[in-house]
């Protein structure tokens, strides 16, 4: 739990015991001469850090060679920062071994696809499921937990970092035999292994496990059931490594919290997070902006699926940027106000700690010019200022601590087993984005002004009156019941295209589509039409779609059509449709209509729910809202998604945050954020 963390994190100068919103960086002192760290602790002090990751890449640092090990420097950091008053989130330092065990072990480096060996020179070069990578990494964990078990500085543990972000897919021997591992625990045996992926098709029978490879390079599409078990599989063997880290430092600490760095973020699709979130003590989750038309709608999104993940409880945003960073083809820096109001958007979907990559910028290595809390121009700079300025703006947001999201009425199902499932070769449509699809109904919702959490398939359903369920493509029968139990006890499920296709082993539900959710929407769809890139068809309530559309059959007498296909092969046929189910509704949605189309279509589809924007009307769309609560009271956060002074009348509350009119209602400069203090009740 966070509050196991916020209780343990140093208190501030005035004593308050009352915890505090935590906020810091990766903190790298190994980069810099002695007499920097005092620096360091004087200006973590004056910008209000009380927090700091440490000993992320520390691994060559802290073991030179097989049997030496050198904590002199990261003592004497631990310390200094202690007597700051600034807590450690201590890395196990396992995400980058060091060249002594490459060369020693090349076996642990990781193959591609195609045979390839991804080589030391970066990091995370290492196998998820290396029995000698494991063994060198665990002794490390067990060196540093035993060392640093009663050191006042440590407030939790960070389980090495990112895992999976270089080297989630690993095609080597040791994978192989992993996966077969893997595979019998599944499958138990062979024959439920060939039924489950169809190898009477292609000749592709197994006669024995050990035939069984990862899907590596291969003549044609390799067999989807194998790729999508491979996906489950690599996603697997990074959770397995993440337990086997956490039992030694539960073992030796059993009262320090434990977690590991996610990435819900804009193309991180490879570990399954909703299914590692109940292997750490606290969700953590990194962030960085992909600049571009409607980027911070992919904060909020990512943001709000971090909670989703965190099952609504606080989490830790352990990294984003002050401004640029350096792994995009352009890096752009944040304009004024940026800096705060993405940290900000974090806190109002949950974030109880805003952590940046890093804290001082480095001056040599691949990420010198990634932007950080002390730019490389000093603290005399608007940077510093800003990171100052923040920390004043947290301290001040001390109340919300520990408070949780308050749900919406709407949630949008966001499920990695059909973003999996639905982007794999040998598809209708290449052009399919799972994600893309799901930003842009969360998109046209907050252009609604609409409040919405993001839901994962682990979550309580029947707690959102309406779900929505975009490209829901794989669709087990007890999910399809949990649906149609949900419309029936009067929710409002709408969906889109490609929904309710395959079952858990990618077959599809015959008899026409979309087979798991057939009844319930209470059509039928004969074929699918995919179109071409750049291709659109006119719907006659004058929205277009592009990307796919159906040929749809109204199956039962309870189906109405919202919307017809005006051309297109499908011309005349059935675009959106909607059944009453139960006491509630089930409505499908045929084509990629796009920001704008779903922002018209959207009233529509929510209107047998009664679910309307909860802002007053000129701020609608131009303001998100969201809402925590807890024992501290009610908070409703207001961020202002423009560039233009946006005034938000109607709202009461004590105002934690931000400016009010004449009328004391909050008024949003361009891109403030506001938070309001209500009673809870
Ligand atoms: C993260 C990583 C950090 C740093 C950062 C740069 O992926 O955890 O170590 O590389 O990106 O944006």
Redesign the pocket.
Known sequence: MISTLLSRTPRGSDGDPAPRLLYGA?YNPEQWPREVWEEDVRLMREAGVNLVSLA?FSWARIQPSADVWDFGWLDEIMDLLHAGGIGVDLATATASPPPWLTTAHPEILPVTANGETLWPGARQHWRPTSPVFREHALRLVRALATRYADHPALVAWHVN??LG?HNVYDYSDDAARAFRDWLRARYGTLDALNHAWGTAFWSQRYSDFEQILPPRLAASHPNPTQQLDFKRFSSDALKDHLRAEREILREITPEVPVTT?FMVMGGTKGMNYPDWAAEVDFVAN?H?VVPGPRDRDELSFSANLTSGIASGRPWFLM?H?TSA?N?QPVNVAKRPGELARDSLLHVAHGADAVCF?QWRQSAAGA?KY?SSMVPHAGADSDLFRAVTGLGATLGSLAPIAGSEREPARVGILYDWESWWASEQDSHPTSLLDYRREALDWYSALLDLGIRADLVTTRADLSRHQVLIAPVLHLVTAELAKELTRHTEQGGHLITTYFSGVVDENDHVWLGGYPGALRELLGIRVEEFGPLLAGDTVELDDASTGSLWTDRISVTDSGTEVLAHYRTGVYEGRPAVTRRAAGAGSAAYVSTRLGVDGLTALLPRLLAPAGVTSELPEGARGRVETTVRSGPGGRFVFLVNRTDDTVPVPGLTGDVLLGTTGADGSPVLGPREVAVLRQTAG
């Open positions: 990766d992320i970092n990112e972000c760095n990194d960085y990294e940027s960073v792994w990559f990420e990634h």
